[in-house]
């Protein structure tokens, strides 16, 4: 139930944007993947998610529980992503669909990778509004995306990514586009689920403050390449590089607790 990633390479258009990336998610880790915009990060989950643009090409190794899936054929990665590797990306307006109401939606992924009836379906969408904390589950889910708040839109795309019970949830800057308000209930729900299911995460972002509230292990990347990496509360108590140096400075105030990073383990 690990995921090794191994001298990962991507290229697009003769640009090397992701060189020679590794780092390892163990059963049940939580890995942060953090660095400025554009160094790299979401092309790294991209690739292990088998969803990189037609325009890049990767080399390296990717292994999922050991078997390498770096360049697997697309109806493999697609049966990959159904049924073992959960997303969640920044923007839940791209990942739901405006015209469906929100139990539908939810009800599809299980319905997906579960084979069971529409009516059974839609009954288990609602226990999953409930799962991620979605206020009054059994109205909510004949509700249509337009009429959520942002971060009811975020909890319905968690619910869609966590149906059909991954083993790893990649989450890519999940709270980024939310209110700061918003953000810290997300990230204690996001961290709870992961915990309380025994998934194992990678989460992206540009914060160390909101990292060190869901992750124990950090890979600070800059340009693509990793510049450090090791256990959240090293790299907030001796952070060796300067990219994790501001990246501390930066790191918002408004989430910063860092009681939050040492209790790891033992939060649920
Ligand atoms: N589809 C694409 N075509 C060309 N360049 C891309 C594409 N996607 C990303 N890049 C480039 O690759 C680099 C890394 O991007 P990305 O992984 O999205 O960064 P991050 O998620 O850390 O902000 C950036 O320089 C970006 O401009
Ligand atoms: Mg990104």
């Known amino acids: 139930m690990s995921l090794e990633v191994d001298d990962l390479r991507i290229e697009i258009g003769g640009r090397t944007v992701v060189d020679g990336v590794s780092f390892a998610v163990p059963d049940g880790g939580r890995v942060g993947l953090i660095g400025e915009s554009g160094s790299g990060k979401s092309l790294t989950a991209l690739a292990v998610l088998g969803l990189l643009p037609d325009a890049a090409t990767a080399t390296g190794s990717i292994r999922w529980n050991g078997r390498e899936i770096l360049g697997l054929p697309d109806r493999e990665l697609a049966r990959l992503r ?3 590797i959960g997303i969640v ?3 839940p307006r791209t990942a739901l669909n405006p015209i469906r109401t929100v139990g539908r939606q939810i ?18 969408a609602v226990a999953e509004a409930e799962r991620v904390a979605l206020p009054d589950p059994a109205r909510i889910v004949g509700r249509y995306p337009h009429q959520l708040s942002g971060g009811q839109r975020q909890r319905v795309a968690i ?3 966590l149906a059909c019970r991954p083993q790893l949830l ?7 586009a939310l209110d700061v308000t918003i953000q810290a209930g997300i990230l204690t729900l996001l961290r709870s689920l ?6 194992s995460l990678i989460f992206i972002t540009h914060d160390l403050a909101v990292l060190a509230q869901v992750a124990t292990h950090a890979v600070v990347l800059e340009h693509g390449r990793v510049v450090e990496q090791g256990a959240v509360e090293d790299l907030l108590r001796s952070p060796s590089s300067p990219v994790t140096q501001a990246l501390l400075r930066d790191a918002t105030a408004t989430l910063w607790h860092p009681e939050i990073g040492r209790d790891e383990g033992d939060a649920s």
């Open 159 to 161: 619910a869609m990514a």
């Open 107 to 124: 009800g599809e992924s299980i319905r997906i990778h579960e084979g069971v009836p529409r009516r059974e379906a839609l009954r288990r």
């Open 82 to 84: 159904g049924d073992d």
């Open 89 to 91: 990306f920044q923007e």
């Open 194 to 199: 992961v915990q309380d299911a025994g998934m």
């Open 170 to 176: 990649i989450a890519d800057e999940p709270t980024t």
